[in-house]
């Protein structure tokens, strides 16, 4: 049974850092896309970062230079380093599993398995 559970969110202040984490299991995770997307109050779900298998790495453009994803196989773990963090980042956090496809998109219709959620809010 493929189980991701994200950990790491909490409340910062503006130009603050966060760090998530996702602790995936049930699957052959090397072998997988991952991805994490975040999702505001009233807005639709977005993708934030992604990496593939092969460590090619995709971001939004609205997170590039501040945002680092990392994926750790002998871990099975993915991080999201989250440096000078703005009120607009506020949202409910979510990591997903392709196990499907390849590459490193950034289309939520892309991957098999989500996580719970881990909420982040950044105050001005």
């Known amino acids: 049974q493929v189980q991701l559970v994200e950990s790491g969110g909490g409340s910062v202040q503006a130009g603050g850092s966060l760090r998530l984490s996702c602790a995936a299991s049930g699957y052959t995770y090397s072998r997988a896309s991952m991805g994490w997307f975040r999702q505001a109050p009233g807005k639709e779900r977005e993708g934030v970062a992604a990496?593939?298998?092969?460590?090619?790495?995709n971001y939004a453009d609205s997170v590039k230079g501040r945002f680092t994803i990392s994926k750790d196989n002998a871990k099975n773990t993915l991080s999201l380093q989250m440096n000078s963090l703005k009120p607009e980042d506020t949202a409910m956090y979510y990591c997903a599993a392709d196990l499907v496809g390849g590459g490193s998109p950034l289309n939520e219709y892309e991957y098999n398995y989500w996580g719970q959620g881990t909420q982040v809010t950044v105050s001005s």
């Open positions: 990496i593939d298998s092969d460590g090619r790495i």
